[in-house]
Nanobody, 122 residues
Framework: QVQLVESGGGLVPAGGSLRLSCSAS????????MGWFRQAPGKERQFVAS????????YYADFVRGRFTVSRDNAKNTVYLQMNNLNTEDTAVYYC???????????????WGQGTQVTVSS
């Protein structure tokens, strides 16, 4: 069983930045692709970004490309999401997830964190 814990969320003004972290409780972290998803109130969970097991392949949703950057440090069992130029539409609970492939589907991931709230004020 892999446990994932997100951190770094908070309240930020529009145009600001946040860096989310997701720490994994497994020695085999380097075997997993990691994804970031978000869910706003009343909306479905949506794909944000993903990174394969060694960081060689990275994918972004169109609405974050150029503003968000996903990265990982396998030595620290941690994946990051750097979010710049945030706007109010980015307000959501952000989740990290682990799975075999860096795919954009919710069902592609086996393990999920509890989420961290990101609120962008206008």
């Amino acid at each position: 069983q892999v446990q994932l814990v997100e951190s770094g969320g908070g309240l930020v003004p529009a145009g600001g930045s946040l860096r989310l972290s997701c720490s994994a409780s497994t020695r085999t972290f380097g075997n997993y692709a990691m994804g970031w998803f978000r869910q706003a109130p009343g909306k479905e969970r949506q794909f944000v970004a993903s990174i394969n097991y060694n960081g060689a392949r990275i994918y972004y949703a169109d609405f974050v490309r150029g503003r968000f950057t996903v990265s990982r440090d396998n030595a620290k069992n941690t994946v990051y999401l750097q979010m710049n130029n945030l706007n109010t539409e980015d307000t959501a609970v952000y989740y990290c997830a682990g799975g075999p492939f860096a795919r954009p589907g919710v069902s592609d991931y086996d393990y999920w964190g509890q989420g961290t709230q990101v609120t962008v004020s206008s």
